[in-house]
């Protein structure tokens, strides 16, 4: 058990301020480092603090239950899956945000974190080039990871620091003019589930995810009442 006294933290945790001046209490022991978010004293906590010493984590959703070698880019994307910057962003962006970090994890996990240069990165990125928009995902996914060991104290400069992705050559989405929109609706009349799916679309301008859930337990009177899924926004 952890020591409940108020006034002293147990061995190899901290109080420290991450870098949005918040308050929280960090276990590191040698290279392994991870925050606790449960408060102490408190049975949670003594459950995490323990998991800490066993360099595990406790919390719901880690993939594998063996060990997780310490300072590895896989308990970096362990400790970040907890962190957060993680937990705080929609379940969408959390999906897409696994998917992306258990490629890394796959490809690089075993390797110490304190040992990435910018020639891995360029080295790793340039192996992409048949399919560029995955790079620069992988890229983009490699930063945030990067940052999250900074804060944690696994890494002291960032080695992704001003690599570039690949251009992005497109003329974007064509925008419908008003007489495809008018050769669509009569192609399409009211009533149909595809009539009904361009306006909501259209009509609505919300995104395609949250555009999918709306139904009739949305709409109140001459309203549509709804919570968007990234943000939150009523």
Same mark, same amino acid.
């Given at each position: ?14 109080? *420290? ?41 406790? *919390?719901?959703?880690?993939?594998? @239950?063996?060990? &997780?070698? =310490?300072?590895?880019?896989? =308990? ?13 962003? *929609? @379940? ?18 075993? @390797? ?21 928009? *995955? ?27 001003? &690599?570039? $992705? ?16 008018? +050769? ?5 009349? &009211?009533?149909? !589930?595809?009539?009904? =799916?361009? +306006? ?10 949250? =555009?999918? @859930?709306? $139904? ?8 549509? +009442?709804?919570?968007?899924? !990234?943000?939150?926004?009523?």
């Amino acid at each position: 058990m952890a020591r409940r006294s108020r006034s002293a933290l147990p061995k190899y945790v901290t109080a *420290a301020r991450d870098r949005y001046k918040k308050v929280r209490l960090r276990f590191r022991k040698g290279l392994f480092s991870t925050y606790l978010k449960s408060p102490f004293p408190s049975d949670e906590f003594d459950q995490e603090y323990q998991a800490a010493l066993r360099n595990e984590r406790a *919390a719901r959703g880690e993939i594998g @239950k063996s060990r &997780i070698k =310490a300072g590895s880019i896989a =308990a970096l994307v362990a400790s970040y899956y907890q962190a957060p910057e993680f937990r705080g962003t *929609a @379940k969408s962006t959390q999906q897409t945000y696994r998917g992306i970090c258990e490629h890394i994890r796959k490809d690089h996990g075993d @390797k110490p974190v304190s040992g990435l240069t910018r020639k891995h990165v360029k080295a790793i990125i340039g192996k992409m080039s048949d399919r560029p928009k *995955a790079a620069n995902n992988y890229l983009r996914m490699l930063r945030i990871l990067i940052r999250h060991a900074i804060d944690i104290e696994m890494i002291h400069r960032d080695p992704t620091y001003k &690599i570039k $992705g690949y251009s992005k050559k497109s003329d974007g989405l064509h925008t419908w003019t008003e007489e495809e929109i008018a +050769a669509y609706e009569s192609r399409h009349p &009211i009533g149909t !589930k595809a009539r009904l =799916a361009m +306006a909501l679309m259209l009509y609505t301008g919300q995104r395609r995810g949250d =555009a999918v @859930k709306l $139904g009739p337990q949305h709409v109140s009177g001459k309203r549509i +009442a709804v919570r968007q899924e !990234k943000t939150g926004t009523p």
